[in-house]
Nanobody, 124 residues
Framework: QVQLVESGGGLVQAGGSLRLSCVAS????????MGWFRQAPGKEREFVAA????????YYHDSVKGRFAISRDSAKNMVYLQMNSLNPEDTAVYYC?????????????????WGQGTQVTVSS
C-alpha cells in the first residue's frame, strides 16, 4: 500500500510560480511511476506530468511543457511539481498519484494510489 500526501497549493497571480510536493510512503519506490494530475470544476481529471522513480524519465502534457517540471528526491521519498508561468487555466485541484511498474501512462485509471489533492488557484 502506498500513501501519498500533497502540499504546496495556494493562490497565485498569473505569471507566478508554485511548487507542489508529494511525500510517499509504504512501498519500494524503485518500482513506481509517479504522476501529477489535475481536475478543474466540471472537468475530467487530466494528466499533467509523470516520472519513473528508477530512471527519472519525465513526461508532460503538451499544455504544460516548458512551464512545469516534475522531479523526485529518492532519499526523501518526495516528488515535486515546479509550476512556472501559471495562468488561470491551470486552476484546479492537483493530485499526486502512483502506479506500480516502470511504464508511464497518462490515463488516470492506470494509477492505483492517490493523494487527497491540493488546490491551486491562479488569478488573472
Amino acid at each position: 500500500q502506498v500513501q501519498l500526501v500533497e502540499s504546496g497549493g495556494g493562490l497565485v497571480q498569473a505569471g507566478g510560480s508554485l511548487r507542489l510536493s508529494c511525500v510517499a510512503s509504504g512501498h519500494t519506490f524503485s518500482g513506481l511511476v509517479m504522476g501529477w494530475f489535475r481536475q478543474a470544476p466540471g472537468k475530467e481529471r487530466e494528466f499533467v506530468a509523470a516520472i519513473t522513480w528508477s530512471g527519472g524519465s519525465a513526461y508532460y502534457h503538451d499544455s504544460v511543457k516548458g512551464r512545469f517540471a516534475i522531479s523526485r528526491d529518492s532519499a526523501k521519498n518526495m516528488v515535486y511539481l515546479q509550476m512556472n508561468s501559471l495562468n488561470p487555466e491551470d486552476t484546479a485541484v492537483y493530485y499526486c498519484a502512483a502506479r506500480a511498474g516502470t511504464l508511464y501512462y497518462s490515463s488516470s485509471s492506470s494509477y492505483n494510489y492517490w493523494g487527497q489533492g491540493t488546490q491551486v488557484t491562479v488569478s488573472s
